[in-house]
């Protein structure tokens, strides 16, 4: 939010996603208690911060009486203090974009009524942060978030909910009306978005799980001594880091305060109990079998059902799936396998 007086000589930027990185930033964010704050800054340092990055600014001036702009000056202001800057940062209801949407439509004089922003029948969270990481190619990000953030994330968002993006917002302002008047002049642009070449690698998630998919799928039919000893390697590290990522989404989901981690799905193919059953995975013991039964059986209905789960999981974790069929079934089939090497 910007606030310019010239008759005063004001020119500031109010942010509200300000947080400070400490020496326990990541245990803060990882639980979820990670507190943001409504920071000042002069507008000149914000507007060259943006250049050095490479981004663009646009700007919707509010058309407010000046006694709708004291007062929205003033909730600034109050919001400003030690008291109470701080907030408990949710990634889709309560940030930095929202609270900006949140302070004008409650210091306007006027109720809000902002312009429709999405389609109908109306898209889920996913779908329009998806939009954001497709358009900037950030893939790998994409599935980090998709493994992490549980069903929630495919619900169907509301005009409001839309607005936790900063080009929905900026769209729902730009049609938006307060009482009887527009509330906000066209967009202007500030600081012009420089063209940015895009790497456009071909190091997706997708081609890099089946590149290695299709390797291990050769190196499992080689009966060799050396490729089967790798193989032992590869099949303990494969299902323990299957184990360990079971193990993160659980403490995500059970232990920690983002409640947009409960109800994963991704569980179903990273069982927590793969970190324990790598220490077993060679060894005779009937209940390995049984496990590794259980584990096909459980990937299979994965596949059979993948487009009809209540949560859409990334197309790039197909050759995670299937890998881990393969392995399952031929570490069933080991017996077969151990005669047959040379």
């Keep these: 939010m910007r606030v310019q007086d010239k008759s005063l000589g004001v020119d ?39 250049a050095w990055e490479k ?48 302070i004008v439509a409650k210091n306007s004089g006027q109720p809000v009524a902002f312009d429709t922003v999405i389609s109908n029948p109306p ?31 495919d619900k169907p968002v509301s005009n409001q909910q839309a607005m936790f993006l900063p080009d ?45 998919l299709a390797l291990i799928l050769v190196l499992s039919f080689i009966p060799k001594k050396k ?8 099949d303990f590290l494969f299902f323990f880091f299957l184990g360990l990522a079971g193990i993160l989404l659980l403490f995500m989901w059970f232990g920690t305060n ?8 991704n569980l179903v193919w990273a069982l927590p109990t793969h970190a324990i059953a790598a220490f077993f995975l060679w ?17 299979s209905l994965l596949l059979l059902g993948w487009i009809f789960l209540p949560q859409q999981l990334n197309i790039s974790l197909i050759p995670i799936v299937l890998l881990i069929l393969l392995r399952s079934w031929l570490l069933i089939q080991k017996p077969f396998v151990q005669t047959q090497t040379i």
């Design 12 to 50: 500031i930027i109010y942010n509200y996603g300000t947080f400070e990185f400490g020496p326990d930033f990541y245990t803060q964010f990882i639980q979820g208690k990670l507190l943001y704050y409504l920071s000042i800054q002069d507008y000149s340092d914000f507007v060259a911060a943006y």
């Design 55 to 102: 981004r663009g600014i646009k700007e919707q001036e509010l058309l407010l009486s000046c006694a709708e702009k004291q007062q929205l000056f003033q909730a600034l202001q109050l919001n400003s203090i030690e008291a109470n800057r701080y907030y408990r940062y949710d990634f889709l209801f309560d940030n930095c974009t929202t609270r900006l949407r949140d």
């Design 123 to 153: 898209p889920s969270f996913r779908y329009l942060i998806h939009s954001y990481l497709n358009a900037g190619e950030q893939y790998w990000s994409k599935l980090g978030i998709d493994i992490l953030l549980g069903s929630d994330l």
């Design 168 to 212: 929905y917002l900026m769209k729902g302002f730009d049609e938006a009306t307060s009482g009887d008047r527009r509330l906000v002049a066209p967009i202007q642009t500030i600081l012009p978005r420089p063209d940015v070449e895009k790497e456009n690698s071909l190091f997706t998630p997708m081609v890099v799980f089946s590149c290695l």
């Design 227 to 234: 490729v089967q000893r790798f193989l032992v390697v590869f």
């Design 258 to 265: 983002h409640l947009v981690c409960q109800d994963n799905f």
């Design 283 to 299: 060894r005779k013991a009937q209940w390995v079998q049984y496990y590794l039964l259980a584990t096909i059986i459980l990937q």
